[in-house]
């Protein structure tokens, strides 16, 4: 009997983490969060587990995100959530080690890239391969990224990093990524609530708010919700009503950056193409770009039309997994040990 190599996906976002199995899918997705003993710095509980320790822990173990800004912060906690990720994906009866491609940012380093390649290698692939986001994420939403008279305009918008890209004939023209997406929505809430209300409040909390009643730009209906958490001065719990405007005032100055990240490029953009993204629009993939009202706000700032993906937060993971399957066809794009 002969036994055919499995090939893996892997989104390693900095929020969360998803594996693709080609023929079956979305087979893992879990935050990209470790929770580690601080006497013997073993690694005690990885993904949903690990989340659910954030905030609620003893003073000697700590839960926390590897990945920041979408590039390793902490190697070994990687290597160990990629090995824990590939185990979980794998079939039970499989023994051979898997081809693993993970995506990473646009703006990546050659040193971080081979960082994300040895951790993989490490974790138990047998070859890792690695692709830039807005490649990925456009083969997701279904781009046709080869076509020679086509301009296309990504923005890959994370918890880590916003990466956006003009891609032409299969490769990325002009980019940029910056360091602003979801986690810095969330810390923006979080000064905002300590600030106004002297509240603190968790990153669990503060993106709650985000996805009920976070706005891009501010709204005639505004809606409502109830917030719990910490006093600073009393010490006590405390509940408070907040509504979606003074959140759209106070994640300002990070979608400010996102838009900015945007301008670069389209500014960049070669004449040629420039009339093709008139036409084509703008694209928005990844978990953040699904924050209420983002589209308005990006055409309104840019004058370009601008739709949002179906299923955004997959487009990177299903990119991955038209990439295993025709790893020949996107051979210039792979960096891969």
């Known amino acids: 009997m002969i036994f055919q190599r499995i090939k893996l996906g892997i989104d390693l976002g900095t929020a969360n983490t998803l594996v693709f199995l080609p023929g079956v899918g979305v087979v893992v997705d879990e ?55 590939i185990n979980k994906a794998l079939p039970k009866w499989n023994f051979l080690k898997p081809d693993v491609l993970i995506s990473v940012p646009a703006g990546i380093t050659s040193a971080e890239r081979r960082a994300v390649i040895d951790a993989a290698i490490r974790a138990g692939a047998k070859n890792a391969y690695v692709m830039k986001e807005p490649i990925l994420a456009a083969i997701g939403a279904g781009i046709p990224i080869y076509e020679s008279n086509k301009g296309h305009v990504v923005v890959d918008i994370g918890g880590g990093t916003t990466d956006v890209a003009v891609i032409s004939l299969g490769s990325i023209v002009h980019s940029s990524s910056v360091k602003s997406a979801g986690d810095k929505i969330d810390l923006a809430i979080i000064e905002h609530m300590k600030k106004k209300y002297s509240l603190a409040i968790g990153e669990r909390t503060a993106e709650e708010i985000k996805k009920t009643i976070a706005s891009a730009i501010i709204l005639k209906e505004e809606l409502v919700m109830s917030v719990r958490g910490r006093h600073y001065s009393e010490g006590l719990p405390k509940s408070i009503d907040i509504k979606s405007n003074e959140i759209t005032l106070a994640i300002g100055e990070v979608l400010g950056q996102i838009i900015g990240a945007i301008k670069v490029v389209l500014a960049e953009t070669p004449p040629e193409l420039a009339s093709d993204i008139m036409d084509q629009g703008i694209i928005l993939t990844g978990g953040t770009s699904q924050l209420l009202n983002l589209t308005k706000l990006i055409e309104n700032k840019t004058g370009v039309k601008v739709r949002l993906a179906d299923n955004p937060l997959h487009c990177v993971v299903y990119g991955t997994g038209q990439a295993l399957e025709h790893l020949g066809s996107y051979k210039k794009a792979l960096s891969s040990k």
């Open 31 to 85: 935050p990209t969060v470790v929770a580690i003993s601080e006497q013997d710095k073993k690694i005690l509980a990885v993904g949903n587990e690990a989340k659910e320790m954030i905030g609620k822990t003893p003073e000697n173990i700590t839960a926390y995100k590897p990945m920041q800004g979408g590039v390793i912060a902490d190697y070994r906690a990687t290597e160990a959530l990629l090995r824990y990720f």
